[in-house]
Nanobody, 121 residues
Framework: QVQLVESGGGLVQAGGSLRLSCIVSGTIHSPNIMAWYRRLPGMPRELVAKLGEDNSAHYADSVKGRFTISRDNHKSMSFLQMDSLKSEDTGGYYC???????????????WGMGTQVTVSS
């Protein structure tokens, strides 16, 4: 069973930085898409950043220029570098890994349990 584990969340002052990590385990088939979502207080889950198999990155407008998504294909990991954090970035951050290519038995859409990011103003 594919499992994702996030790490790197915590408490930081506004203007500070955090780096979230996500590691994929339980499969030998690397995801072709990795993404980070977040759920802000009282809001539905939203896409923060997505990295496609061609390394094309997509960011939510609210984080463009401040957040950077990357991945380590060899280790099936993704990272979210978050700089210039704001209090409105406070929320739960979730890693998502998708394999949508190859035989159906090797495909998956997996989620981590999330890591909390709290930005104090």
């Amino acid at each position: 069973q594919v499992q994702l584990v996030e790490s790197g969340g915590g408490l930081v002052q506004a203007g500070g930085s955090l780096r979230l990590s996500c590691i994929v385990s339980g499969t030998i088939h690397s995801p072709n898409i990795m993404a980070w979502y977040r759920r802000l207080p009282g809001m539905p889950r939203e896409l923060v950043a997505k990295l496609g198999e061609d390394n094309s990155a997509h960011y939510a407008d609210s984080v463009k220029g401040r957040f950077t998504i990357s991945r380590d294909n060899h280790k099936s990991m993704s990272f979210l570098q978050m700089d210039s954090l704001k209090s409105e970035d406070t929320g739960g951050y979730y890693c998502n890994a998708v394999r949508s290519v190859g035989p159906p038995r090797d495909q998956y859409n997996a989620w981590g349990m999330g890591t909390q990011v709290t930005v104090s103003s």
